[in-house]
């Protein structure tokens, strides 16, 4: 039941919190605004995940994880069934710092009661990528139900508003599995205080090892959504398919990612995570040089209206995804199963922190130069963060094999 409550909590704001880019692609066509613009989308959505996980991510625990994911749902219910009616740019900002308001809350206590639920890192990282597996579930439906609500014959249309009175019903779902589900709250030391919490997360961020993986998951994060917030434009503008079908084809990659994580579990059993993440980081390079291209010879096509008359480039860009997903809860996992667990708490603060800064980061920037000198030069430029991150691996290798050996010796 606790497995569930987390799976389905993680689900619904897949869809919520991945749906920027479809957004994006709405507000410029429906409330007629730029691309830098509707770039700011992202920083709402992870600002507000960054701040608000900065500041009570040590006092969760003495809330309670429960309480902490009932509250961000009851948020994001209220924001999605209020969205129809009000209909304009600005409320669309306000939910998506709703959103990433709650989402703080919910990713906080769901790492947490992963390390509630694992005694060991395999199984860590087992349940780690199956649960973020799930979550990218959820992005690949999120495509289909936005698409499913936007009108093929007018692109300014505001009907596709009217997604959100499905997504509070689906919220309001979840609140009752969270509700029922027994989750235990955490052991607090007796002379724990609130304040001595937040300085101890603050004191994390000073370790090495800590330093390395927050710039880790800082560029990984930045790739991710640099790629998944502007496909759906990149698809519409640059390969010239129609707005449906370019949210529709954009599920390729969430099926990438999904497929990747899920399959992630496995591999992992019988196979040392660096050179796996070594292996993905290269055929990421891979997947850009080759696919990248296709998309520079192809003509604007005007008479594309379904799946099989996309350009080759619609389907083999997404397939980074593949490559990538595994790279997140890895690492997520290696760092988390060197802590002990009333650390955890935290730790996904910082993790979900830096994560955050890293999405706003990378969207931004992907918004700016597709803006200034197109899609393809902007993803182009994900081969940098690409090759930065290869060198950020091999120091976090090294410092997380120490303070495994001196685990072990102790």
């Known amino acids: 039941m606790i497995i569930a ?3 389905v909590s993680y689900y619904v704001f897949a869809i919520l919190l991945n749906s920027v880019g479809t957004v994006i692609l709405q507000s410029i066509n429906s409330f007629d605004i730029s691309k830098p613009q509707a770039s700011t989308l992202e920083g709402f959505k992870d600002l507000s995940i960054a701040i608000v996980s900065f500041l009570i991510a040590s006092v969760i625990p003495r809330v309670g994880y429960k309480l902490a994911m009932l509250f ?26 709703c959103i990433g308001t709650a989402f703080a809350l919910v990713k906080v206590s769901v790492y947490a009661v ?11 990282s087992s349940l780690m990528n199956t649960i973020e597996g799930i979550f990218m579930l959820g992005v690949l439906s999120g495509y289909w139900i936005f698409a499913g609500f936007i009108d ?46 937040f300085t101890s997360m603050l004191k994390l961020a000073y370790k090495p090892l800590v330093l390395v993986f927050i710039f880790s998951i800082f560029l ?16 519409n503008e ?20 999904a497929v990747g994580r899920l399959t992630a579990g496995a591999v992992l059993r019988k196979m040392n995570w660096y050179p796996f993440l070594n292996i993905c980081l290269a055929g ?10 296709l998309a520079e010879t192809n003509d604007i096509q005007t008479d594309v209206a379904s799946w099989s008359d996309a350009p080759l480039a ?17 690492i997520n996992s290696v760092m988390l199963s060197t802590l002990p667990l009333a650390q955890h708490a935290p730790m996904t603060g910082l993790i979900v922190v830096f994560s955050a800064l890293g999405g706003t980061t990378g969207s931004i920037i992907t918004g700016f130069v597709f803006d200034a000198i197109g899609g393809q030069n902007a993803f182009y430029l994900s081969l940098v963060p690409i090759a930065a991150l290869m060198a950020t691996l091999f120091f976090f290798k090294k410092a997380s094999s120490s303070i495994y050996q001196q685990g072990a010796q102790s």
């Open 284 to 293: 990421m390079a891979v997947v850009m040089l080759i696919s990248l291209p």
């Open 152 to 197: 093929p014959n007018n692109d300014a249309s505001l009907a596709w508003l009217n997604v959100y009175y499905l997504l509070a019903t689906m919220v309001a779902f979840t609140f009752l599995i969270v509700m029922f589900a027994p989750i235990a709250p955490v052991q607090l030391a007796n002379e724990s205080t609130i304040a001595s919490e």
């Open 238 to 257: 640059v390969l010239g398919l129609p707005t449906q079908v370019s949210i529709q084809i954009t599920s390729i990659f969430a099926i990438a990612l």
């Open 314 to 330: 619609a389907f083999l860009i997404p397939m980074i995804g593949l490559m990538m997903a595994p790279i997140y809860p890895v």
């Open 114 to 124: 992963i390390g509630q639920l694992s005694s060991y890192t395999k199984a860590h």
């Open 72 to 97: 961000g749902l009851a948020l994001v219910a209220v924001a999605c069934s209020l969205a129809p009616s009000i209909a304009n740019f600005l409320f669309i900002k306000i939910l998506f710092a």
């Open 5 to 7: 409550a987390i799976a």
């Open 220 to 235: 990984y994060v930045l790739i991710e959504q640099g790629i998944g917030s502007w496909l759906p434009t990149f698809n």
